[in-house]
Each structure stands twice: as C-alpha cells, then as structure tokens.
C-alpha cells in the first residue's frame, strides 16, 4: 500500500472520482448560476477521500504491475476494470 506505484494508481481514482462528483453535483442544476459552489468542492473533497479509503482494500492495476513486474506506462486504460 505505501509503494509509489500505489499512491500514483490510487490518486488517479480518487481525482477521477472527484471530477465525476463534482460534474454529478453541477449537472443537478437547471442554471449555472445555481450551482452552490461549496456544496460541489465539498462533496468532490469527501468522494476524494472515500475514494482513497477503498483504495486500501486494494487496486487491481496495482496487484497487475506488482505480479508482472510493469510500470504504469506498460498498462492500457482497457486493461484496468473499475
């Protein structure tokens, strides 16, 4: 869980989550200019870390690399299942 490889894999989750979050909390609103702004940063910022929490459980890319000796490079974006 602490190698770099694992930070990197679970950082890029956590980030992704957070954009589908915050685009979710936005995408509610009839009119741009009703989106609360700090409900949105604060929904993205606790998905973040939910995210990283799950994460601990443990990450299949991550398993992938360590088993098979590759970077991240080495791996496409099909071969990793959510």
Do not use: H, Y
């Not at 009839?30 to 702004?37: A, G, Q, R, T, Y």
């Not at 910022?45 to 929490?53: A, E, F, R, T």
């Amino acid at each position: 869980m602490g190698s770099k490889t694992w930070w990197r894999a679970a950082g890029i989750r956590a980030i992704k989550t957070m954009a589908q979050t915050a685009i979710a909390m936005i995408g509610t609103c009839v009119v741009l200019s009703e989106v609360d702004w700090k409900v949105v940063a604060s929904a993205a910022v606790l998905s973040g870390i939910l995210s990283l929490l799950t994460s601990v459980a443990g990450l299949p890319e991550v398993d992938l690399l360590e088993g098979a000796e590759l970077t991240m490079d080495d791996i496409e974006e099909e071969d990793i299942q959510p």
